[in-house]
């Protein structure tokens, strides 16, 4: 009961930015064009990491999809980009798994070590 009215309020909170978003205009810095461009990418790597979580697992489907989204928001920086990606994937799987005790696929069956 409590996830519903969560996950309404989420949805409806999300639907409202988007719109007050559509709304903004933008102060010539950039074209349309590019911010719609960067939104597509942006949604096409979402739906990919998706997919390939499971196939892939957390840890290295998180870091790919952090690392591909900084460097498409924000280019150069490879380093720091790489380091934060990987610091937040390892950070949020290990609260996760062993605090919170939940389970996410860490790697994937056919990469073992």
Known sequence: MLSDVITNCLNSLSILLFLQTMRYKSDGQKSE??????????????????LTLEWLGYIITTFIFLLAGFQ???????LYSI???????LVVYYVYVEVLQ????????????
């Open 72 to 78: 498409i928001m924000q280019k150069g920086k490879i």
């Open 33 to 50: 064009e590019q911010n719609y461009g960067k939104f597509l990418i942006m949604l096409g790597l979402a739906l990919l990491y998706a």
């Open 83 to 89: 380091i934060i990606s990987l610091s937040f994937t």
């Open 102 to 113: 939940g389970t996410l696929p860490v790697f994937p069956e056919w990469f073992s070590f």
